[in-house]
């Protein structure tokens, strides 16, 4: 199946993409602010991922002290995240005959998508800790959460050098 990308979209994107195609400084630049974001907030996000499923037979100390590190750098992996779609949209525009005709690149952006849900799925079980104490069930929820989240940056990752190869 071969997806039709409308000439009007090819038409705006245009002077970008010549832009991008004659910039190394600027496709330097904006490879760079895709990238380093998931260095950035993927690292912070697996790095907590493994304490939270270092701490899930833990006591309840350094349970307490690693949900208040969870929320104070939630925000640090939420801005890296928008950083890192707005530079990727911007990749994409300087390709837009190229990347969106890719089945990967819809792929990673599924699990993109799976990602975020499973962001906000560790941010209500954090907030239900928070206010009611946090339960074995909570941090067995958290777990699971945590596995996904590692499986899903890295899946991601892999897609994107895949999509960097293959599209």
């Known amino acids: 199946m071969q997806i039709e990308i409308p000439q009007t979209l090819i ?38 991922d493994r304490l939270s499923l270092r701490l899930s037979v833990a006591g309840a100390p350094d349970r307490g002290r690693h949900l208040a590190e969870l929320a104070r750098t939630h925000n640090i992996v939420i801005y890296s995240l928008a950083v890192s ?7 994409v525009a300087a390709e837009i005959d190229n ?46 959460i945590a596995i996904a989240s590692i499986t899903l940056w890295l ?5 994107g050098v895949a999509l960097s190869k293959y599209a």
């Open 99 to 144: 990347f969106p005709t890719s089945w990967i690149f819809w792929v990673k952006m599924g699990f993109i998508v799976i990602l975020l849900i499973n962001g906000l799925r560790m941010k209500k079980v954090e907030s239900s800790m928070a206010l009611q104490g946090p339960s074995e069930a909570d941090w067995r929820r958290l777990h699971s």
């Open 11 to 48: 038409d705006l994107t245009a002077p970008w993409a010549d832009f991008m195609k004659h910039s190394k400084l600027a496709k330097t630049i904006v490879l760079f602010l895709h990238i380093a974001p998931i260095v950035v907030g993927g690292g912070i996000a697996i790095g907590l």
């Open 155 to 159: 899946t991601i990752t892999f897609l």
């Open 85 to 91: 779609i707005l530079s990727g949209l911007a990749l």
